[in-house]
């Protein structure tokens, strides 16, 4: 997790979600196999500015032989500077978020997993309050249920950023911090591995918050977030969402309708009203359920979906703060809960379309030879590619773009 942090990314991505450096506020991650781990490239200037910092940490209580076993084998990657600099190619419209999000695989999966781990999660909702769908649905949303934790070695990772300077002080701190936690002995250099950004295990904790939240809930004698097991990630992702404000008696928010001539200037974070204001607005919880206090997101405007949040949503915001990704969790939690899809709509993209008509047409091209790898709406780089493809094919101006224009013809 970035500590909320100096940053915002998505998407995530990484699905995943809004758009930000953990991964975070980027698209939320998805299945799909990992590509190899990238490879060290000698460096000089590295090589100086970590015998630099060898003394530092040195100075910070990091015992020498922790420092040179930490070292040995690590190395300068070029792939963790460009992920850094190029972390806008992955934002994405809050409707792409969470659809992505709380996609039919996402939360076919979350669903198994949640009652692989049932006794798990109620025990930890149990325990810290946190509902067990927002613990499961963090766990979906930052590892696609533990299948995409990150493969990037994380000293050489946070020392490469480090040395980088973009953000130096920030990532020189998650390197002391990461060595902290090879003193303890939680873990190896060798097993320490995660982002391109040094956030680890299935929940992708960044170092420093690893030492101040993880929990050892299996009794082992560490807060392993990086076995295969994920109880002890679960269990830390619980106990920082309780620290961080959560309350037992509300939920994360809710989907809503707004009635006829509501008034927008209404919206938005920090303009709470009591459950009977809302009520007496004219506000419905299109579950049929009681309202909650809370305040009002529209983010596709009047007429889109509306969501009532409540303080537990500022709690995932505290996890990561972006409001795609908050809202991401949520949605993806009450889909693992059993709920359906959102009742209202999106309307048309900035190309003209909706998601119904971003779905025809990815499913008009593949039928055409042109695969785009799944008809979800989400105009990804497969889509994109097909599109261009496409036009190619045609003699048409290659824009990867989808358009009105392009529907018809693929109609036609």
Known sequence: MFNRRAFSLLSLAALTAACVPSGRGSAPRGPSGQTPPPRPVPNAGWDAWVEGYKTRAAARGIAPGVINTAFRGAGFLPDVIEKDRNQTEF????????????????????????????????????????????????????????????????????????????????????????LKILQRG????????????????????????????????????????????????????????????WNRSLPWGMEVSLPSGFNPGLLGRGKGKSAAEWQTLGVRAVSGRGLVPGSILAPGGIGGPAFLLTQNFNAILRYNNAENYALGVGHLSDRLAGAGPLAAAFGPDANGLTKADRQELQRLLTARGFDTEGSDGVIGAKSKAA??????????????????????ILRS
Do not use: C
């Open 186 to 245: 939680d873990t190896t250099p060798g097993q320490m591995v995660g982002s391109w950004a040094g956030a680890m295990g299935h929940t992708q904790f960044i170092p420093t918050s690893y030492l101040e939240y993880a929990v050892d809930y299996t009794g082992d004698g560490r807060a392993d977030i990086w076995s295969d097991d994920p109880t002890d990630s679960l269990a830390s992702t619980a106990a920082y969402l309780s620290r961080s404000g």
């Open 387 to 408: 599109i261009e493809r496409f036009q190619a094919s045609r003699g048409l101006a290659v824009t990867g773009v989808p358009s009105a224009d392009l529907l018809r």
């Open 91 to 178: 934002k994405r419209s809050t409707e792409d978020y969470l659809n992505i999000a709380a996609s039919d695989e996402r939360v076919s999966m979350g669903r198994q997993q949640f009652g692989a781990y049932r006794g798990v999660l109620n025990a930890l909702e149990s325990r810290y309050g946190v509902d067990a769908q927002i613990i499961a649905a963090v766990w979906g949303l930052e590892s696609f249920f533990g299948t995409r934790r990150g493969n990037v070695p994380v000293i050489s990772a946070l020392s490469t950023l480090a040395y980088e300077g973009r953000r130096g002080a920030f990532f020189e701190s998650q390197l002391t911090a990461a």
